[in-house]
């Protein structure tokens, strides 16, 4: 309704807002939305909505996987917000940056922009921003298979979320569960049945749905210790959590697992 008055300032605004609303469910429909933002800010001299089209553009076309053209305008609009000190925006443009690299497998890049955008932000220092900064850095050494140089980052992360109430708890218990993900794969076990009992009584205490986060890291410790019926009873918890919330996603990864433990443990019918 907005748009069919809308001009100027407020027309690229609420293209840019649509672009973002489309981007997760139905993300071609972003990019025309984007595009216009983009056109109508190039003849406005107004360096604010050149920032604010070029990031919807860069974010329409990375959740249409094209990555190429999200670094394209990523990188100006990673520029422009440097150059006008807008910290928030650096974060924001750099995710979208960093992401684009990490699935285009370009993990050097990837890697490379993360520490650059930690670099930038050094004026963050307030508890919550060095969370948001430190797990942003172990998850992108976990996603490019570094565990080892991931863990640190993220026990960093853990510490700064002790030090303040903004962190929300789902994001706390995400950074233990990717503690705890990381020793799986380094096949540390005890390490990670530490992190991942943590993760659990943390959810229990704060009222996290612990099927969301760890649930599945579990299954995958008791699998790796060849306890079978622990591990079917964990992955079948996530079907059935699944099942009730309408989550193809979660029926699908819990079904696949419950099947491979019951492989591994030669229960082949």
Known sequence: ???????????????????????????????????????LSRGMNDPEMDLVASYSLALAHHHTGD??????YGLDAFEMAQSMNDTNMVYLVGHCIV??????????????YTFDIMAYLKSW???AQEFEKYIRAGWIYMMTGRYREAIPY???????????????????????????DCYL???????????????ERYCLAHQVDFTEFALDSKG????????????AYCFNRIVQQAGIKGSLIGLSN????????YRDAGQFP
């Open 220 to 231: 995958n410790y008791y699998l790796a210790k060849e306890q079978y019926d622990s591990a």
């Open 99 to 112: 992401f684009s690299y990490l699935y285009s497998f370009n993990y050097d890049l990837a890697i490379r």
């Open 125 to 127: 220092k307030h508890p």
């Open 1 to 39: 309704q907005v748009l069919d008055t809308a001009t100027g300032k407020q027309r690229i605004m609420t293209l840019s807002l649509l672009a973002w609303q489309y981007r997760l469910g139905d993300a071609e429909k972003s990019i025309p939305y984007a595009e216009e933002a983009y056109r």
């Open 185 to 199: 794969y380094l096949e540390e076990y005890d390490s990670a049945k530490i992190y991942i009992d943590a993760c």
């Open 154 to 180: 993220y026990l960093e992360t853990e510490r700064y979320a002790m030090m303040t109430d903004l962190v929300p708890p789902e994001k706390i218990a995400l950074n233990y569960m990717h503690i705890a």
């Open 67 to 72: 990555y190429p053209k999200a670094v394209r």
């Open 254 to 261: 819990g079904l696949y697992m419950t099947g491979k433990v």
